[in-house]
Structure formats: C-alpha cells, structure tokens
C-alpha cells in the first residue's frame, strides 16, 4: 500500500518546521573544525577520586611504573586501560574474575 502524497508531503513538510525550529536552539562544536567556536563550552580542570584511581589501577602492583603516571593527565577521555578487555586468559590484570566476585 503506497501513501497518499498529501500524507507524504505533510511529513516533510513537519520535519523540516521541527528540525528548522530545533536548530537555532542547538549548540554544535566544529562545524569550523580549524579553529574552536565562541561560546563553546570548555574543561578546565578534572579532578580523579582515589577510588578511580584504584579502579584504573586494577591488576597493577606497586611500586607503578613512570609510564602510567598518564593517568594523572588522562582527564574524562575514554581510555581502553581503564576499563575490562576480553575474557578468559586475555584478562591479565584480572579484571573479569573481579567482576566475577562482585556478582
């Protein structure tokens, strides 16, 4: 069954009124990617609890060595160091039998 083309137009013709309407209230970062808009909101400091720090440091014994002082500057980014890999024998800092534990 093909819908009547009043119907379809109708459609359009709504999307197009939101996405007009929405659009001046939305704030988009990079549409000039060469140089950083005005008004666009910046982090100015991140601040890691000890118990983060634990959790990133999971599997690792002290003393810890000089290259993972990265955490000290890794701020909010995703960092694949930080968060469980793959399962079984890949899981060298023991990450899955720890989450095994909690359950």
């Not at 140089?35 to 014994?61: D, F, K, N």
């Not at 290259?67 to 890999?85: R, T």
């Amino acid at each position: 069954m093909v819908p009547a083309r009043g119907m379809i137009a109708g459609v359009m013709l709504f999307a197009s009124l939101v996405t007009a309407a929405d659009a001046a209230e939305v704030f988009v970062a990079g549409v000039q990617p060469d140089r950083r808009p005005e008004g666009a909101p910046r982090v100015l400091q991140t601040m890691h609890s000890r118990a983060w720090y634990v959790e990133a440091l999971t599997g690792i014994a002290p003393p810890y060595p000089h290259s993972l002082f990265f955490l000290d500057a890794q701020g909010d980014w995703y960092s694949p160091f930080v968060v469980p890999g793959m399962p079984d024998r890949y899981d060298i800092r023991g990450w899955r039998r720890r989450e095994a534990h909690r359950q």
